[in-house]
């Protein structure tokens, strides 16, 4: 679901890593640190956590341009929570049950209700 998320809709920080080093890159920053600090150092070694999440290369050039850098990673829960709001829209219009939708999202039957009452309201 994550991939799904429109550039538009993270946060400026994430857009502008997207910008300098590819969208997965900053999608990766997103899944394995949001919500976190995190120091780039000038330059990395293959056994650096950032090197393990998103290789080597990818981290090189990340980095490159943030290196020395100590900034928080932002969560992105509004961007989150809406691709995840369409995409249960989305289902639930091609058949999915309530309880599927609970299961493949993690939810109760309930709050899956409540998504879909709530945005048919916002239309």
């Given at each position: 679901?994550?991939?799904?998320?429109?550039?538009?809709?993270?946060?400026?920080?994430?857009?502008?890593i997207a910008?300098?080093?590819g969208?997965?890159?900053?999608l990766?920053?997103?899944?394995?640190?949001?919500?976190?600090h995190?120091?780039i150092?000038?330059?990395?070694s293959?056994?650096?956590?950032?090197?393990e999440?998103?290789?080597?290369?990818?981290?090189?050039?990340f980095c490159?341009i943030y290196?020395g850098?100590f900034?928080?990673v932002p969560?992105?829960?509004?961007?989150l929570?809406a691709?995840?709001?369409a995409?249960?829209h989305?289902m639930?219009a091609?058949?999915a049950?309530?309880?599927?939708?609970a299961r493949r999202f993690?939810l109760?039957?309930?709050?899956?209700?409540?998504i879909l009452?709530?945005?048919?309201?916002n239309k």
């Amino acid at each position: 679901m994550m991939e799904h998320l429109p550039l538009e809709h993270l946060p400026p920080k994430l857009q502008e890593i997207a910008e300098y080093c590819g969208k997965r890159l900053a999608l990766l920053l997103l899944k394995h640190y949001g919500g976190g600090h995190l120091h780039i150092p000038k330059t990395i070694s293959p056994g650096h956590h950032l090197a393990e999440v998103l290789g080597l290369e990818d981290s090189r050039r990340f980095c490159e341009i943030y290196g020395g850098e100590f900034f928080h990673v932002p969560r992105a829960d509004e961007a989150l929570r809406a691709t995840r709001n369409a995409a249960i829209h989305e289902m639930r219009a091609a058949g999915a049950s309530l309880f599927e939708l609970a299961r493949r999202f993690g939810l109760t039957e309930r709050h899956i209700s409540n998504i879909l009452k709530s945005s048919n309201r916002n239309k």
